[in-house]
């Protein structure tokens, strides 16, 4: 009898600590349990930001448009791939034109990429604390200060990007076979999924197929081959469709060589702006190439971080949300700092990863040179934003600040927006052929308007038709309805002439006005 009840005290243990074990696996870590929740602490106050970023209102009715029957790259011009607004259309459907649903998948993304950079410092820094590289995550991508509060495609595909980069690492670690195969697959369709988010996650993509191809004895080639073929099946089945309806030559256009512009506008061609950059992309290849026998984590958290300062540093636009992908590798970085042990410094194979290091500081030193001078889009503005972010919400809560108040702290265009929309739906103006001669069109959704030309943006309508073009179609297609801004009007005085000739200020705003065509 005392052994049957000792057997069963005996399987009565078993149970309790297999039970306690299943329920460590569920729990979430400490470091990424807080880490998510300083995340969406921080991004609390985005839920409830007015409609007030261009770019955020560029793929909002690009998303809407595609929604009500336009044809993206041939009858609504947009130069991202399908991805971003299938996103887009998501959050449309689950909410409406509201920057609620917007920022909220923005926010569930950006926790997916905490998720991922707990896992990488798992695998990069085993045995090493992970609370600084998870809190500096979780601050980087959670402030203002890159532009973290926004749904923007780097909010969007840095999670696909890190966790296909996870997949790459742990195939690193096995031999050909099975395992390695299907896990370079699915970093495959990852790096493709992030790429069709943006074009400058490709290059991710690239790194992680180096990566495998480099492994010493070539036991990476299989995987790094089926890592590329995967991505690029994938990325030719979802831009397949959009090659058929709007034609290659369209698709190309916009995807591709669109950004030929883009950069030519900013990038003056003289050997001291383009030098550095040369230089910076060559130590990034050799260095791939010189640290191929080092740790496969160690290149590819140096190499992640050396290739996304490196291509977002190309177009010499210093927009402060280009640095948002590179928070990731530098959050895992920051995860593994340690004391150095100056003996292995003695060793040539340790400074074999000095070139990729080398290739990150000097493009993150032309990045410090952009901010600090006067080029286009040179200030971090976003520094004294986020300051006085936080305190502005805070104020709108307690009702310090009025709506007005509030709405102004991120733009004027908010208000002059909020107006013309509300007055256009007094009057039954609603669903009326329009422009929004401004580069904040959101009031094409709230109103809801029918925008009449192919990008609704007036920036990018600038950029592909041109100002001559832009104004010979508005007044070709005449539209019922043309809200404008000040600051559009003032940027191109032409616009004046066709409004006087043929259309009637009907509402003044804060800063713009309604104009209706006359019968």
């Avoid at 190309?314 to 949300?321: D, E, K, V």
């Avoid at 925008?451 to 950029?463: N, S």
Wanted: glycine residues 10%; hydrophobic residues 55%; aromatic residues 10%.
């Amino acid at each position: 009898m005392a052994s049957i009840i000792g057997a069963g005290t005996a399987e009565q243990a078993l149970e309790v600590v297999s039970e306690r074990s299943r329920r460590r696996r569920w729990r979430p870590p400490g470091s990424l349990a807080v880490a998510v929740l300083l995340l969406l602490l921080l991004r609390l106050p985005s839920l409830f930001e007015p409609h007030w970023y261009t770019d955020e209102a560029g793929y909002a009715n690009t998303a809407w448009q595609m929604m009500h029957g336009k044809v993206l790259y041939l009858s609504v011009w947009n130069n991202k791939p399908p991805l971003l607004f299938w996103i887009y259309q998501l959050a449309l459907v689950g909410f409406g034109p509201s920057e609620f649903g917007l920022h909220l998948l923005s926010a569930a993304a950006e926790a997916a990429t905490l998720a991922a950079i707990w896992r990488l410092q798992r695998l990069a820094w085993p045995g090493r604390g992970q609370w600084v590289g998870m809190l500096a995550g979780a601050v980087l991508l959670g402030l203002p200060l890159l532009l973290g509060d926004l749904a923007l495609p780097e909010n969007f595909l840095i999670a696909p990007e890190a966790w296909g980069l996870v997949l790459v690492l742990e195939a690193s670690r096995r031999n050909p076979g099975r395992d390695q195969y299907l896990l370079a697959v699915g970093a495959g369709v990852l790096a493709a999924g992030a790429s069709l988010v943006q074009q400058t996650a490709l290059g991710g993509a690239v790194l992680g197929v180096v990566l495998l191809a480099i492994l010493p004895g070539r036991r990476g080639w299989a995987a790094a081959g089926l890592m590329a073929a995967t991505g690029a099946v994938v990325v030719g089945l979802v831009l397949a469709p959009s090659i058929v309806a709007a034609g290659w030559h369209n698709v190309f256009f916009f995807v591709v060589s669109s950004y030929g512009g883009y950069t030519a506008r900013t990038l003056p061609f003289n050997l001291l702006s383009v030098a550095p950059r040369v230089a910076a992309g060559a130590l990034l290849a050799g260095g791939l190439v010189l640290a191929r026998r080092r740790a496969p984590a160690l290149v590819l958290i140096w190499g992640w971080l050396a290739v996304e300062l490196f291509i977002y540093m190309l177009p010499n636009r210093a927009y402060p949300f280009h640095l948002l992908p590179a928070a990731v590798p530098l959050a895992v970085l920051l995860g593994g700092v340690k004391r150095p042990r100056w003996a292995a410094g003695k060793s040539l194979a340790a400074w074999s990863i000095v070139p990729l290091v080398g290739s990150a500081l000097l493009s993150g030193g032309i990045w410090f040179g952009m901010f600090a001078s006067s080029a286009a889009q040179g200030s971090l503005y976003t520094v004294a934003r986020s300051e006085a972010y936080y305190q502005t919400f805070l104020g709108r809560v307690t009702g310090a600040l009025s709506v007005v108040q509030y709405d102004d702290f991120f733009d004027r265009r908010v208000i002059a927006e909020a107006a013309a929309s509300h007055w256009l739906q007094t009057h039954h103006l609603a669903g009326s052929t329009a422009v929004v001669w401004s580069a904040d069109s959101w009031a094409y959704l709230l109103t809801p308007l029918k925008p009449v030309l192919p990008a609704p943006p007036i920036y990018k309508d600038f950029d592909w038709l041109g100002g001559s073009q832009l104004l010979a179609s508005t007044t070709r297609l005449r539209p019922r309805v043309i809200v404008v801004t000040n600051d559009a009007l003032g940027s191109f005085g032409p616009l004046q002439g066709l409004l006087d000739a043929r259309y009637r200020k009907v509402e003044v705003t804060a800063d713009g006005a309604v104009w209706t065509l006359r019968r």
